[in-house]
């Protein structure tokens, strides 16, 4: 069965860092699109980045210069490293598959960034 | 870019349809045919019901049909059942490597 398990949310204060992970099974994430959406309780879907699979990447203007998509093909596992949180990054984190469209979602890891 | 537009909400009665919107402009809906539409249940991931405007993944019944006239993408659920109660957000391709997402609508069934 094709499935995403993200981990390492949490509470964390103003300023602070966080690595989401997003551990992959019966599925390359290396060989495909892999995107991170991120979802602020009680509010919509927000897209945070895509690593495409040739290995490019970019970002949503709200996490540019502070957050990094990353990707370990040893591991099979996509990264999400958070720095500068502020009380807006405050969301369910989500991996999924694709770019354009996403067919394959995790179940989502909480970040919280309160003091 | 602002998040593409969605009434805030939509309702029907089980077995009539209910179309509902997706408004943004000739640089997202209106340029490229990457729309989708996801549904998601509280407390859910989201799950890919559209994409491509008018594809359905496997899976997805054929009551869920998409298409776009100019800068609005429309998702249509005919024969209403109470599981298409849920969240439907809509997402487009915004060009400049970006996606955008709608901010939503509730179907109340």
């Known amino acids: 069965e094709v499935q995403l398990v993200e981990s390492g949310g949490g509470l964390i204060q103003p300023g602070g860092s966080l690595r989401l992970s997003c551990a992959a099974s019966?599925?390359?994430?290396?060989?495909?699109?892999m995107t991170w959406v991120r979802q602020a309780p009680g509010k919509g879907l927000e897209w945070v980045s895509v690593?495409?699979?040739?290995?490019?990447?970019q970002y949503a203007d709200s996490a540019q210069g502070r957050f990094s998509i990353s990707r370990d093909a040893s591991k099979n596992t996509l990264y999400l490293q958070m720095n500068s949180l502020r009380a807006q990054d405050t969301a369910v984190y989500y991996c999924a598959r694709g770019f354009y469209s996403m067919d394959v979602w995790g179940q989502g890891t909480t970040v919280t960034v309160s003091s | 870019q602002s998040a593409l537009t969605q009434p805030p909400s939509a309702s029907g009665s089980r077995g009539q349809s209910v179309t509902m919107t997706c408004t943004g402009t000739?640089?997202?809906?209106?340029?490229?045919?990457?729309v989708s539409w996801y549904q998601q249940h509280p407390g859910k991931a989201p799950k890919l019901m559209v994409y491509?405007?008018?594809k359905r993944p496997s899976g997805v019944p054929d009551r869920f049909s998409g298409s776009k006239s100019g800068n609005t993408a429309s998702l249509t659920v005919s024969g209403l059942q109470a599981e298409d109660e849920a969240d439907y957000y809509c997402?487009?391709?915004?060009?400049?490597?970006?996606?955008?997402f709608g901010g939503g609508t509730k179907l109340t069934v």
């Open positions: 000739s640089s997202d809906v209106g340029g490229y045919n990457y």
């Open positions: 019966a599925l390359t994430v290396s060989s495909n699109h």
């Open positions: 690593i495409y699979k040739g290995g490019n990447t």
């Open positions: 491509e405007v008018t």
């Open positions: 997402s487009s391709y915004a060009g400049s490597n970006t996606v955008l």
